[in-house]
């Protein structure tokens, strides 16, 4: 009887320990980039679910750091903000990239805490309303006659998910990468800008971050990269595959928090995350913003991230992107 007195009040001591762990003071979403990008997108998502869902007392404020598509940010949390239980981080499939070729220093894939994927987006190809590339075949054929006459811009750097979604449809047609003219942004923010602005001719994304100004009119969107057309109001855009070229670029979009965050605090957020998951008006949220469901949190997303990386790695190797 002794025994089993020990081991409920043990459980009882154990579950007012994690329900006693105060909330952050100051809840924060850090964007590893300027405004106007994927990054603030998942942020803002996150803002818009735990607080107008009442998942969250307090405002989640979304701050921005921006440099190395990343690193800057990956390398605070591990070095100097290891234990904040206040702040999460967004992070997408090109985080997992820019991991997979040391591009963040000599953290890696297993330095931080992998706290929840809240969607995915896909890969796409835009241009400017304006452009006289109309299909993605008209591009294609472009790049196939001089790959020098067409500027690609993407938020990252040679090696970044941006610039190997161009890298693989390139490899698809037949044209070699490295003769690609490609510049780097800080963001898909200022990527945007320069290609309303005439600056470049075209733009590799996630379909979620551009789908304002293809609302607006003010972009074409010329392949998705997804297996299948995507469901509801995007069902009109085109795949690269129903168009000949066998690319699919799923993103992930999610959070972590620093390596030294303690069990308890780690399990509050994760807790909030998935409530707010199983939650419908979060899916409506979701889709208002271009996403499509793709929930994991806890063991199984470290999991999943630590296979993802490990792929990426042979990839980035295929195209002589680590030394």
């Avoid at 990343?70 to 992070?91: C, E, H, L, P, T």
């Amino acid at each position: 009887m002794q025994s089993k007195l020990k081991v409920a009040l043990a459980i009882t001591l154990l579950t007012l320990s994690l329900t006693s762990v105060a909330e952050p003071k100051r809840p924060e979403c850090v964007a590893p980039a300027k405004p106007g990008g994927g990054f603030d997108l998942t942020c803002k998502l996150a803002q818009s679910g735990l607080v107008d869902l009442k998942l969250l007392d307090k405002p989640l404020r979304v701050t921005f750091m921006p440099g190395g598509i990343g690193a800057v940010a990956y390398n605070a949390m591990v070095g100097q903000r290891a234990k904040d239980n206040n702040s999460i981080v967004a992070f997408s499939t090109g985080s997992l990239l820019n991991l997979a070729q040391g591009k963040f220093g000599r953290y890696t894939e297993k330095d931080v805490r992998w706290l929840a994927v809240v969607g995915a987006d896909y890969g796409a190809i835009t241009v400017s309303s304006n452009s006289p590339y109309n299909t993605l075949d008209d591009l294609i054929q472009a790049l196939k006659k001089d790959p020098s006459k067409v500027v690609f811009g993407a938020g990252g750097t040679i090696g970044g998910q941006d610039w190997m979604q161009v890298a693989l449809l390139a490899r698809a047609a037949q044209v070699d990468p490295r003769k690609l003219r490609y510049v780097a942004f800080e963001g898909g923010g200022e990527t945007l800008t320069a290609m309303l602005g005439g600056h470049i001719g075209a733009s590799s994304s996630g379909l979620g971050e551009v789908l304002p100004q293809v609302e607006a009119g003010k972009i074409r969107v010329l392949a998705v990269l997804s297996d299948e057309r995507l469901a509801g109001a995007y069902n009109y855009i085109p795949t690269a595959k129903e168009q000949g070229y066998n690319i699919s670029w799923p993103v992930i979009r999610g959070f972590y928090m620093g390596p030294k965050v303690s069990d308890e605090d780690f399990t509050w957020w994760q807790q909030r995350f998935e409530k707010m998951l199983a939650m419908p008006e979060f899916d409506q949220l979701r889709t208002q913003r271009g996403l499509f469901p793709m929930n994991l949190t806890g063991k199984e997303l470290e999991q999943s991230i630590y296979q993802q990386v490990e792929t990426f790695r042979a990839l980035a190797t295929e195209f002589d992107l680590i030394k």
